[in-house]
């Protein structure tokens, strides 16, 4: 009987210390709009809990930063548990490989949105390595359209790779709701609506995304004739700015294609399949950014 006791006494024991021994990673420390001093929470739009085994919290990519913040964005709308992401770094090549993210389904508890709107944590998938966090410095240019996407570049920063970068170079992301096309037919036509800044990889002063176009074919599922129009800014070597096209004849929807010098990387989101958005990362040795389309 005495034998019985104790171990019930240990069985109990045990059971108290794990339920007071659990790690902190579930805390949601809100933030402001202008700064939080704690990533280490889930997007407002992550899923519930289920039976369903959830994906790593990717403790690594969640730094307890200090950031600022420049824009808002809505918090953006999950589809079934996922998000699509655009990722393009504009940082000297040696540090930006590996980095350029394109996923049409990432579990959104994989990466991090603040109250504001800015993402912190970014991921291409479920694996730890395969996200980035802020660890520390401002996220600029923060927009989105309603809850389908929004769009924001990492700059004056550390990220958890260990990279810095000045307000000119950076990590530009585009992360929305996935959205499937269900038409098999036909073209739309798609216009800019909205854009960050063109950023340069070696610092010197960047540019402005002023206009952008491209067909979308439904048939072929591609974005066709994409036409990307630079202004430049000026330099103090030239008297005024200095306008830039470049192009792209096609490039998959929902993945990466390289046209020349530039890559083009895309993905669809929204919630309306007759009119959908589509975000594009770009980007060649010396520039990038991120453009959201609008196509009818």
């Excluded at 969640?62 to 996922?82: C, E, K, L, M, W």
């Excluded at 909205?194 to 491209?214: F, Q, R």
Aim: proline share 5%.
């Amino acid at each position: 009987m005495r034998k019985q006791f104790l171990l019930a006494s240990l069985v109990s024991s045990t059971v108290l210390l794990a339920a007071c021994g659990g790690s902190n990673g579930g805390n949601i420390n809100g933030g402001t709009s202008t700064s939080n001093n704690n990533a280490a929470e889930t997007p407002t739009t992550a899923p519930p809990n289920s039976s369903t085994p959830q994906p790593s919290i990717h403790a690594a990519c969640r730094p307890d930063g200090s950031f600022t913040y420049s824009g808002s964005a809505s918090q953006i709308a999950v589809n079934n548990g996922q998000l699509a992401v655009v990722v393009v770094p504009t940082l000297p090549n040696a540090y930006a490989k590996n980095r350029n993210m394109t996923a049409a389904d990432v579990p959104a508890s994989s990466l991090v949105q603040q109250p504001g709107g800015a993402f912190t944590t970014l991921a291409s998938s479920a694996a730890e390595t395969d996200c980035l966090g802020l660890e520390h410095g401002a996220v600029t240019e923060i927009q989105s359209v309603g809850s389908d996407v929004a769009i924001g570049r990492w700059n004056k920063a550390m990220d958890t790779d260990g990279n810095t970068y000045n307000d000119q170079q950076g990590v530009h992301y585009a992360v929305g709701t996935p959205l499937s096309l269900s038409a098999t037919s036909g073209t739309l036509v798609c216009t800019q609506l909205i854009a960050d800044a063109v950023a340069s990889d070696d610092g010197s002063p960047g540019g402005t995304l002023e206009t952008s176009s491209a067909t979308l074919d439904l048939a072929t599922r591609t974005l066709n004739n994409l036409n990307l129009s630079i202004n430049w800014a000026n330099t103090p070597f030239a008297l005024t700015n200095t306008q830039r096209t470049v192009t792209s004849a096609q490039a998959p929807l929902n993945g990466v294609s390289t046209n020349g010098p530039l890559l083009v990387q895309s993905v669809v989101v929204g919630r309306d399949a007759t009119q959908p958005l589509v975000a594009v990362g770009y980007s060649t040795v010396s520039f990038g950014g991120v453009v959201v389309l609008s196509c009818h």
